[in-house]
């Protein structure tokens, strides 16, 4: 179960961190990710993190604006979404790839999803 918080309206330049809750499984099992999509278009990878937090991945059209990050303590995965642009605006989805063994930007590859969070970024 995965539960997305931190969404909002912003202005461009702004931040915004986002944090997903995960509970009922184990987390450490899990490669996590987080994947928008805006109206009219297709759910997109956005940043990823493998089960133990060591390697970070990213689409190229966040890189070096937005960090992921995952305390497998908490249970909690995070995106640090700085310099927001208009076209970041989407739902967010927190996603969970179950056992994986490739740091996948695949939405098929995601079994479990959370409920998304609305971020807007006017100009």
């Known amino acids: 179960h995965l539960v997305e918080s931190g969404g909002g309206l912003v202005q461009a330049g702004d931040s915004l961190r986002l944090s997903c809750a995960a509970s009922g499984d184990i987390f450490t099992d899990y490669v996590m990710a987080w994947f928008r999509q805006a109206p009219g278009k297709e759910r997109e990878f956005v940043a990823g993190v493998s089960k133990l937090g060591e390697t970070p991945y990213y689409a190229d059209s966040v890189k070096g604006r937005f960090t992921v990050s995952r305390d497998n303590g908490k249970n909690r995965l995070y995106l640090q979404m700085n310099s927001l642009r208009p076209e970041d605006a989407a739902v967010y989805y927190c996603?969970?790839?179950?056992?994986?063994?490739?740091?996948?930007?695949?939405?098929?590859?995601?079994?479990?999803w959370g409920q998304g969070t609305q971020v807007t970024v006017s100009s």
């Open positions: 996603a969970a790839y179950y056992k994986g063994i490739l740091l996948s930007r695949q939405v098929a590859d995601f079994g479990s």
